[in-house]
């Protein structure tokens, strides 16, 4: 019988007995291994070290709008453009800019078709002032490095990331240099480099570097990025970038060569540059308490007073006394000396102070007449308008916002008989159906600007989509459902021109949703609303009367043979057939009918900012419209690269209209 030692003994021994996993030597990447020695502060404290923006970018780059191939070839083109066209207009130049992309294969062989090609090289071209020699690496090969960070002006460059960034990602996609030619004058030599970037230092490598004396251009900068990418048609796409750059810059003419090898060219539609805007101090409601103490820190002034009033805008000498009151300081007192709760006392004096606002004069807005004429160069319809708003405030900062509107499909510059509304049987169809015949009616197009760059992503995330929602569009006689754009032929244009831009992330992909923006959305496209609103009750009334007409005038021929017949061929038929369509003019709306429909020229009743297509041409169209259309009319068919036709934007809606469209004859007379 075992006893108690013997058990004990026993289960010692088979404790000690190596199990089956313990036998087995751990394979290379097994989790059964050892456990990781336990760290310390010193051990954690040698794996510390910097991180360069550049190598936080290269990991991150869809933060930059480099999250896939397709985008990733739109953001290229648009960050050259962007540069292009900055450069161009501060130095008072007509921007003429050449956009190239070349489809190229990875092992060197032909180069496969652009829909199943990988990798493209992007070249752009410009015939702005040239940079010199010495900043082209920086510029180029830097990121967070460039001139419009610390100055409160318009531009459409903000962060000093973008053009870097479209290098640092083709450096990592396919490990080719960015290559820059850049001349300064006609006498000057043109300037080649082929440039890297060190994303462990944030700092450029140059590693070939030339001057070029056959360089065909007498002023300028092109640059050049191979890069892996996606080329498609249709939306979100380089081709919809291009073209609604060229409607919110009327004055730039550009050439597009697209990977297949068409060359499309945009004229220019205005010679006329945007009026140059001027540079700010900070108003005293846009900055933190960190930032005053900062500023406090920097300042030259050897004054409390002084130091308000020269590094504020809108801060004069006697305000800024009235600020020292408040906070119960010395305006004497010098402002290194405002530290802790005292510059928290300065802070809430500055906010409890009533100031005017900023000045407009760093903003440069496209203008009711240029966004006319390019919505009526691109888009081709039947009515066009735009509407400028005054000048607003978010948080200190001054921004102005700018919609316009397109409506209809080009065919009103058609002159068609309006033939008589045939009667049918009602068809009762469930909500989101549609009647037999119909078609499903496709929603308006909503294309988006911040400082003239259109936008192309992030749509629902953007304050001015959120806006057009909530505009009540059925009040204007345009179908609108629950939570969604208008209906029909309408393509609505929407810019927001600020000297800082509060968009959603750092790919400038959505403006951000403050209520000061909202309103200011919502208040422009309402005033285009009411403006579509008097011509689509017009047009309807005109239609609805003309149907009337026709009504009678079938009637009026067997009414008359009657006459003759009871006055057994004693009438004069044609005299009353002539009275009889007199009168049927005149109870339906007569000269006023033809106008309307355009049967007979007459002078249109302007509206505001607006254009109405006729078949005999436009009418209220202003000056810089007219020079837009140039040699093209609306009735002519767009050749390539010229106004878009309506259909392919949005089809145009075979429903009744809305009865908030359908005015009363009371109101029609």
Partial sequence: MPTAETASASASATDKTPSKADAEPAKKGDLRGKPAPRADAESLGKQQREISVSEFFSKNRHLLGFDSPKKALLTTVKEAVDNSLDACEEAHILPDITVTITALSKDGGPPPPPAKAERFRVSVRDNGPGIVKEQIPRIFAKLLYGSKFHRLRQSRGQQGIGISAAGMYGQLTTMKPLHVVSKIGPKAKAHSL?????TRKNEPIVVKRAELDDWPYERGTEVSIELEGRYQRGRASVDEYIELTTIANPHVSLAYVTPEGERVEYKRGVDELPRAPKEIRPHPYGIELGILHKMLQDTKSHWLSGFLSTDFSRVSPKVAADICEKAGLDPRMHPRKVVGLVSEKLYKAIQDTKLMAPPTDCLSPIGEQAILAGLYKQIRGDFYTAVTRPPAVYRGNPFVIEAGLAFGTGKAAIAAPVEPAAESETVLVAEGETKPGEEEVE????????????????????????SAIETAWKNYGVGQSRGALPQGPLVIFVHMASAWVPFTSESKEAIADYDEIRKEIK?????????????????????????????FELYIEEVAEACHRLKKGKFDVERLKKQLQRIAEDKTGGEET???????????????????????????????????MGEASAPAAPPPGEPVPAEAIAPSPKKKPSKSSKPSRKRGR
């Fill in 523 to 551: 208040l422009a496209l309402q005033e285009c609303g009411r403006r579509l609103g008097v011509y689509i009750r017009k047009r309807e009334h005109a239609k609805q009367e003309f149907r009337r007409r026709n009504v």
């Fill in 594 to 628: 033809d106008r309307l429909l355009a049967k007979k020229k007459a002078q249109e009743q302007e509206l505001p900012n607006s254009i109405v297509v006729t078949p005999e041409g436009p009418i209220g169209a202003p000056e810089m419209a007219l020079q837009a």
């Fill in 194 to 198: 082929q440039i890297l970037i060190d």
């Fill in 443 to 466: 929603l308006a197009r909503l294309i988006r600007y911040a400082n003239r760059v259109p936008l192309l992503y992030q749509t629902s995330a953007c304050a001015t989509h959120k």
